[in-house]
Each structure stands twice: as C-alpha cells, then as structure tokens.
C-alpha cells in the first residue's frame, strides 16, 4: 500500500471508526461534514485516492459500501490501543502527575506483547536511561501489578516523586538504579510503589514521533 497523507489518514481512520461503531461505513456527506468541507467532492477525492492507493474498498454505486482493505484490516486486527498517561522523567525524580494524552497503537505480533487492562504507556523525558538505550521521546509500554524482578526498568513513585530506573537490590533493599553515571541511584527513605514494569519500547524516529 502507497504511504498516505496525514488528511487521507484521518479520513481512514473516521471510516473505520464508524465501520467499529455503527458496524456501517460514512456517507461523503458525513466525511465532509466531519472534517469541514466545503462540499462532497473533497470527501469523494479523498476516498478516490484511499482507494487508488489500496487503503480502501467499495463499489462506487452502493452508498456505504466502503471499508478498508482486507490487508489493512488484518493489520488492525494485529494493533491494541494502549492508553499513554503523559510523560515520565527518565532523570532526578519529580513530582508530576500523569495525565491522560490519548492511546500508543501497538502491533502485538511484533512486540510479542499481550496487552491487558493493567497495561499503559509513559512518554520518557530525560537521558538517565541512556546506558539501556531509552532516550527522550521513546514511549515505554508498562505493565501495572507485577513484582519487579532486579534489572527490569520500572516506573516508580519514590517519596511520592515519579521516576524511570532500573529496578536493583542492595542489601536486600531496593534500590532505583540510574543508567547514566551523571545521575545517583535512587534509595526511598519513606516509600517506594512500583507503579509498572516495562514489557515493551517503543522507539521514536527522526522527526521525534512514535
């Protein structure tokens, strides 16, 4: 399939939104009214180019017929919408609370994850992870309710401070390693909860988007 437009992407994604919901495509009316066209002609060459790129299907006669293509559908039957709850530093611990940004699309067959209802996503801020190749504007897929095992990276809440370390134990205490000798290792002195543990990275590109 042709690379798309980011306008053509959203285009898609609203019909098969609708496909998910009402179990019935838009009319091009209902396309154009979404976006804000002028007139149905920009939702129909919109269509037209999904169409001729091989994102979409459809008999041009038949109203609401139209539905993506059996190769992209089975790549969505592979993708899981993870729920990303804002940043984490990946540097000296702060006070921060998570806010609620949207979902990370992830394809299960590649990660080799199962994502459950305990599962969300933290976008990294920081380079104190750089030594286990976790750098700014990575997303990190965790896991909430499992028990760290010592050298798994976890999100912690340390003396009601967010960070991102690498779980260890020294004398049989636990102990937020940092992986960049710029910043010290993290000890509680009051509390430490383990919010997650990471089952997945997601790297970012070039331009900075996952």
Excluded: W
């Amino acid at each position: 399939m042709k690379a798309l437009t980011t306008r053509q992407r959203e285009v898609l994604d609203f019909i098969s939104g609708a496909l998910d919901t009402r179990n019935q495509s838009p009319s091009l009316r209902e396309i154009a009214a979404h976006f804000g066209f002028r007139g149905m002609k920009a939702a129909a060459d919109h269509v037209t180019a999904l169409k001729r790129k091989g994102a979409l299907c459809g008999t041009d006669r038949q109203a609401r017929s139209l539905k993506p293509s059996d190769s992209l559908a089975s790549l969505r039957r592979r993708l899981v919408h993870v729920p990303l709850f804002g940043s984490i530093s990946a540097g000296f611990a702060e006070e921060r609370r998570q806010e609620a940004e949207g979902c990370v699309s992830v394809d299960v067959e590649s990660t080799g994850i199962r994502p459950t209802a305990r599962t969300f996503a933290l976008r990294v801020r920081g380079d104190s992870m750089i030594g286990r190749h976790i750098v700014e504007g990575d997303v990190v897929i965790l896991e909430h309710g499992m028990t760290p095992r010592p050298g798994q990276v976890v999100a912690a809440l340390i003396d009601n401070e967010n960070t991102l370390k690498t779980y260890s134990i020294h004398r049989g205490k636990p102990v937020l390693k940092a992986e960049n000798p710029r910043y010290p290792d993290l000890i509680p002195a009051d509390e430490l909860v383990i919010q997650g543990v990471m089952i997945a990275l997601i790297r970012k590109t070039p331009e900075g988007r996952v």
